[in-house]
């Protein structure tokens, strides 16, 4: 069983892994951290992203990341470029990783962006974790060291958190660790149908 989990930027995903990771019998997989391995493992990306973006892609074989992002971010097409490279290549990664813990009660798949390229599409369930935009822009910007304008401009480019929960089996409002940890407690249960 495939578990969905999404929520936009600065919902708290972060946090929600890593308390799903204290169960044993899941395995999880996030979408963004094996992307960021396999576009400097995959022969098949590097060879896509250099013909489509230039040698300046890559420096001494790694990803050449602020490049890259002064390419894409403000430009819609280009970004839908890398994707199209990026995404099979994960997807088919996932496939295996599904594969190799077919033992497990269920395998959580983190992707921030799971509606919005279509990956939903293989969950049994999703999970879409929310918070107040005020909260979402304060945690993005101790984390980033961002502007108010930039959080903003990117949590307009992601679905909006309604269109997400309504697509979604359950929800988990993130605003403080001890409901989150009740809620988490809880979706873990009924998917293991267990009520420890």
């Not at 929800?171 to 009520?195: G, R, V």
């Amino acid at each position: 069983m495939v578990i969905g989990l999404t929520g936009g930027i600065g919902s708290g995903k972060s946090t929600v892994i890593k308390m799903f990771s204290k169960f044993d019998n899941i395995a999880i997989y996030i979408a963004d951290d094996e992307a960021k391995k396999l576009m400097n493992s995959s022969d098949e990306i590097k060879t896509q992203l250099i013909a489509k973006f230039g040698k300046e892609t890559y420096r001494n074989n790694q990803l050449n990341r602020p490049y890259l992002a002064s390419i894409v971010f403000n430009d819609p097409e280009k970004l839908k470029t890398l994707n199209a490279i990026v995404h099979p290549v994960v997807n088919d990664h996932l496939q295996q990783f599904i594969l190799q813990n077919v033992n497990k009660e269920y395998i959580l798949y983190e992707n921030a962006i799971l509606f919005e390229n279509g990956s939903n599409a293989f969950c049994d369930k999703i999970i879409t974790v929310t918070a107040p935009e005020n909260i979402r822009i304060q945690r993005v910007l101790k984390r980033d060291n961002s502007t108010i304008a930039t959080v903003k401009s990117r949590i307009k480019n992601q679905w909006n958190q309604t269109k997400k929960t309504l697509q979604s089996h359950y929800i988990i409002e993130n605003n403080t660790l001890t409901k989150t940890e009740l809620q988490i407690l809880n979706i873990h249960n009924i998917l293991t149908k267990t009520t420890k």
